[in-house]
């Protein structure tokens, strides 16, 4: 009898630990301003420092021009905004970074790539509009960044001759492209944020801000 009571025991204990434990389901709200989280395609492959939970900065690297890097583990800074809408034939992903015009999310496409590293694309924002297309992806009940087709983003471990120092740089890996060295592939979660005011004076508007899915912080 005892012998039949732990083996009963084992076999439940074996069948709980080999019950897979549920993913916790993003909670979705819409706003018109998210924050992008980063998160890790795999959780098993990070970059050093980890790059898992940071969010989107900028690092300047010339006039008007600015590299995206993973930063701050803090959300900070205004957010970014969807603009325009797919009736004016445009759309575009934007942040004020706090000054009166806009600062564009611009991704190169398949066949344009970096010109000291050939065959990776890169992701800069800079003053003005951004790429056309790139925009937030719903599909069931997660959100992320899209790209302009197919792929993923990555960020990478590269030299930045304008800074003399190394970045943890974003790139973007089209459909059918090998994840370079040095870098780890992961997704844009844009957790819901309160839409900044624009400072007075602005040669900017907000009246084609969409209101959007986002994830509700947690």
């Not at 009736?87 to 000054?99: K, M, P, R, S």
């Not at 015009?101 to 790539?113: A, L, N």
């Not at 009940?141 to 990478?156: F, I, K, P, T």
């Not at 973007?172 to 040095?182: A, C, D, N, R």
Request: hydrophobic share 35%; aromatic share 8%.
């Amino acid at each position: 009898m005892l012998t039949s009571l732990l083996t009963t025991t084992i076999t439940l204990l074996s069948l709980a630990g080999a019950t897979p434990v549920p993913q916790t389901a993003q909670q979705l709200s819409r706003a018109k301003a998210y924050q992008l989280q980063i998160q890790l395609l795999d959780p098993t492959k990070d970059l050093d420092p980890s790059v898992a939970g940071s969010f989107i900065g900028t690092v300047h690297v010339g006039a008007g021009q600015n590299v995206a890097v993973a930063g701050s583990h803090n959300a900070s800074g205004t957010p970014f905004y969807t603009n325009g809408t797919v009736a004016d034939g445009y759309v575009d992903v934007l942040n004020d970074l706090g000054t009166q015009y806009p600062w564009g999310f611009k991704v190169q496409d398949r066949d344009s790539s970096d010109a000291t590293y050939p065959g990776e694309h890169d992701v800069e924002i800079d003053v003005g509009g951004g790429t056309n297309g790139v925009s937030l992806v719903t599909n069931a009940e997660d959100v992320r960044l899209g790209g302009l087709s197919a792929g993923y983003y990555a960020v990478c471990d590269r030299f930045i001759g304008y800074v003399r120092g190394n970045l943890t740089v974003v790139k973007y890996v089209y459909e059918g492209e090998t994840l370079p060295e040095g870098c780890v592939g992961i997704k844009f979660v844009p957790l819901c944020a309160e839409l900044n005011t624009l400072p007075e004076g602005s040669e900017w508007t907000h009246d084609f801000v969409q209101e959007v899915d986002c994830v509700v912080p947690s």
